[in-house]
């Protein structure tokens, strides 16, 4: 994402604009300038309180456009971004070349559950193509998220402690760098890039196909149950006595839920604070409904309820918000959660808090996800037991609010955590923040890469990594 150029680097937008036809007749997509319908349409994020004005947006009709387009901004002094679905927004402050990857909808899936997918395509394509083979994709809690985003960063869905890190289950990626080379990486082929794309984020270039294997699966025993918020401290406590008891075949999250008053949202959420407890298990119905037994006790249920769901109904068991909208993330991990820990959490958000988040959120970890299923990756922070998250909105009359309850969030909970964050969670282009995401050997490795991959500083999300001169901070 871009902010608005400044009149002086106006000047710059107006002579690269008028070579933008140059790249325009390269393309089998097409070029989108400021002002078009198009343009508007595909450089708006879902975030929405990102600001992004890119001088162009490219809409790639193959991979070769995206490298006419990379080589494109290497002659023209530009960055580039690349948006599918637009989630994981962040800002850039040069002027940038954007590539839209939405129509790069490639899908085929083999009998024995091998995948091929181009870079516009959501987990629910795959998920709904997948299903009357006998088989899912390991998505996120969002259906709706684009699938290399999510691969590229790792990615924890909700049956992750079962199956582990979804991005183990790439199997090779077709990507061009940012010299505009069209490059193929497998555990064989350029493996050192493979190695970074899976959990690098777009640090090493823009993915326009990626491979990887389904698990057999069709169904689940799940849900969500919405307690009432008086029960908030009771309900967080016996989650965490019960997570650290549940098998592998176990995933969970829990949620303080502050949902507005507003379409959509169910009257016994709408404007009050509850408690969601997620929850999904993989394997006999009855084994999942008794261990689930000890959470579905703890309080007053409002709302939800659990049972055997089909695998394509996996986005209903978070049930994330679909519409764009101005959101703000935190987020860190925790290597435990005493009783102190969760107590911390009531004062600072709990239902007597003055706390304008929507959302704060702890992940269930452990299980696979702190197994390698397929080799070394940039994928870090294995270890952590639990994951907390913050969202809220950026917007006024309580964008301040929500950056300083947030901040105040994060710091309660600090005796608790080391402060790192997983790579999907709260995008940023900001270095600090970026330090937080791998351990410092992966960070290393990622900056050479980079440096390797883009010697020009074309791709914009390389350019933290590329800076290397912060990662001996502290």
Known sequence: MTTQLTPQSAAEHGAVAATLQALAAQLTGALHLPGDARYTELATPWNVAVANTPVAVVEAGSPADVAAALRFAGA????????????????????????????????????????????????????EA????????????????????????GGIGPVARTYGVSSDYVTAFDVVTGDGELRRATATENPALFWGLRGGKGALGF???VEFDL??????????????????????????EWTPTLPEQATSSIALMRLPAMPGVPEPLAGKVTVAVRYAWVGDPDDGSAAFAPMA????????????????????????????????????????????????????????????????????????????QSGASAFSFRDAAYSLLTIGIAAPPVVDATHASSAAILAALAPWSDGSCLPNFHATSDPGQIKRKYDPATLARLATLATTYDPHGVVADAAPFRDAAWMHEG
Do not use: K
């Open 297 to 372: 006790a703890a309080g007053r249920v409002v709302l939800g309820g659990v049972g055997v769901l089909p695998y394509t109904a996996i986005g209903s068991i978070h049930n994330d918000p679909v519409d764009p909208m101005p959101t703000a993330e935190a987020a860190t991990l925790l290597q435990t959660l005493p009783v102190d820990a969760v107590d911390a959490l009531m004062a600072a958000a709990g239902p007597d808090a003055p706390c304008p988040q929507v959302i704060v959120e702890l992940r269930h970890l452990g299980g696979a996800i702190g197994r390698q």
């Open 76 to 127: 023209h002094q530009l960055q580039v971004s690349v948006q599918a679905t637009g989630h994981g927004a962040v800002a850039h402050h040069r002027p940038t070349l954007q590539i839209s990857t939405r129509a790069l909808r490639e899908l085929t899936i083999s009998p024995t559950g091998a995948v091929r997918a181009g870079a516009g395509l959501q987990w629910s394509d795959v998920i």
């Open 130 to 153: 997948a299903a009357p083979l006998g088989y899912a994709g390991l998505a996120g809690s969002a259906p709706g998220v684009g699938v290399v985003g999510f691969l590229t960063g």
């Open 215 to 240: 698990v057999p699966l069709t169904e689940l025993f799940g849900g969500c149950l919405y307690f009432d918020g008086a029960d908030a401290a009771p309900v967080l406590h016996a989650w965490r």
């Open 207 to 209: 993915v326009t196909a």
